[in-house]
Antibody, heavy 120, light 110 residues
Framework: QVQLQESGPGLVKPSETLSLTCTVS??????????WSWIRQPPGKGLEWIGY???????NYNPSLKSRVTISVDTSKNQFSLKLSSVTAADTAVYYC????????????WGQGTLVTVSS | QSVLTQPPSASGTPGQRVTISCSGS????????VNWYQQLPGTAPKLLIY???QRPSGVPDRFSGSKSGTSASLAISGLQSEDEADYYC???????????FGGGTKLTVL
């Protein structure tokens, strides 16, 4: 059973960089079959896919966020990370990490989510 | 404005059958498989249906999915109070080269 856990600051100042880490257990980020994704949900709103990374480090980002997003993987720690730069209040959301099934693009395991608030 | 269009709300009484629609375009639903997620209040989304009509292990067969052209539907039969949740459809979009979600449908069990 794969488990994912997000961690990182719950409060980020406007214009700064949001940084989150997802620790994976019960599975390996080095698996060639899967991708590892970030998804967010503003309070009271719907889901938005941010992007994914593969075991090899190849990435694909939501075009609307591409200029500000970096997703990286640390196979030695079995973790992957999200950096979102130049944040504004509109980036306030619950951020989820998830295991992406890859070619069929569905998320079969999710972290519990972490709320990140952008405020001075 | 979401790329995939869902009704904002749906409702039914216990035991009833309800359907939730998801409308897209040729570049997303028309070209790729559709997945559905259930989000209970205060929790992370859970995969409900993948590849249009496949149920993960543990999902009751009361839940079923279908796709036709550029639209998809989620059907819930024998509605139960614990089905009260938000439901999201999702698909890959070849034009955007990215994944897209519907805006979500809040299901109320009356």
């Amino acid at each position: 059973q794969v488990q994912l856990q997000e961690s990182g600051p719950g409060l980020v100042k406007p214009s700064e960089t949001l940084s989150l880490t997802c620790t994976v257990s019960g599975g390996s980020v080095s698996s060639r079959s899967y991708y590892w994704s970030w998804i967010r949900q503003p309070p009271g709103k719907g889901l938005e896919w941010i992007g994914y990374i593969s075991y090899s480090g190849s990435t694909n980002y939501n075009p609307s966020l591409k200029s500000r997003v970096t997703i990286s993987v640390d196979t030695s720690k079995n973790q992957f990370s999200l950096k979102l730069s130049s944040v504004t209040a509109a980036d306030t959301a619950v951020y989820y990490c998830a295991k992406d099934h890859g070619s069929a693009w569905f998320f079969d395991y999710w972290g519990q989510g972490t709320l990140v608030t952008v405020s001075s | 404005q979401s790329v995939l269009t869902q009704p904002p709300s749906a409702s039914g009484t216990p035991g009833q059958r309800v359907t939730i629609s998801c409308s897209g375009s040729r570049s997303n639903i028309g070209s790729n498989t559709v997945n559905w997620y259930q989000q209970l209040p205060g929790t992370a989304p859970k995969l409900l249906i993948y590849s249009n009509n496949q149920r993960p292990s543990g999902v009751p067969d009361r839940f079923s999915g279908s796709k036709s052209g550029t639209s998809a539907s989620l059907a819930i039969s024998g509605l139960q109070s614990e089905d009260e949740a938000d439901y999201y459809c999702a698909a890959w979009d070849d034009s955007l080269n990215g994944g897209v979600f519907g805006g979500g449908t809040k299901l109320t069990v009356l």
